[in-house]
């Protein structure tokens, strides 16, 4: 895909960078100052968008030109939201309530243009469902570290954490944190509809 402006990621994860780099599509990737504030009184989708409009449109400040992306993952659970674990006794709390049961994986992104600021902001929701985990397989995981900067206290990629998961019912690249399929779209259509 032919981009007539610079991408710039307002994110420094390595997942979602790896994510963009299969695409293809050259890029930076720059972190924004947005503190995760979940709002209890949104769904979890209209704190996904938020927080992903926020941390394009702070980094957003700094840019002339070019198409800022902003991303938030969310983890939903029987309506509680679980976000990135602040310590080690939380993930294995989030583990344990995750463990056979059913969850949603809610990722929204943002997009802005500048110097226009012009915007569209777009989310996609994935059922995940983990088989039953023992209590010795959440020490071990919360023990390396691994959990405590994803939300929902697990990796599906690259990580122990793929294994608690039994079935992924819709997008998987949102699960991992960046919906690529939803987003290339739009971001096409984005393009186009500014020429």
């Not at 007539?4 to 960078?17: F, G, M, Q, V, W």
């Amino acid at each position: 895909m032919d981009l007539e402006k610079k991408l710039i990621l307002a994110s420094r994860s390595p997942r979602r960078i790896a994510l963009l780099r299969q695409l293809g599509i050259p890029f930076e990737s720059r972190a924004s100052n947005v503190e995760e504030i979940i709002d209890p009184s949104s769904t979890p989708e209209e704190n996904a968008r938020r927080l992903a409009f926020q941390k394009a449109e702070d980094v957003a400040q700094n840019v002339k030109k070019g198409f800022v992306v902003g991303v938030d993952t969310i983890v939903v659970l029987n309506g509680a939201i679980f976000g990135k674990p602040a310590t080690a006794d939380e993930a294995r709390l989030m583990l344990k309530m995750l463990s056979g049961n059913e969850h949603r994986v809610c990722t929204a992104f943002a997009i802005i243009d500048r110097p226009s600021d012009k915007q569209v902001v777009e989310h996609e929701v994935t059922r995940v469902i983990f088989r039953k985990i023992d209590e010795s397989e959440i020490d071990e995981y919360v023990a390396t570290g691994s959990p405590m900067d994803k939300a929902g206290a697990y990796g599906i990629q690259d990580d122990y954490g793929a294994v608690f998961v039994e079935r992924v019912e819709g997008c998987f690249y949102n699960v991992v944190g960046f919906p690529l399929t939803k987003f290339i779209v739009t971001l096409k259509r984005f393009q186009s509809s500014r020429s």
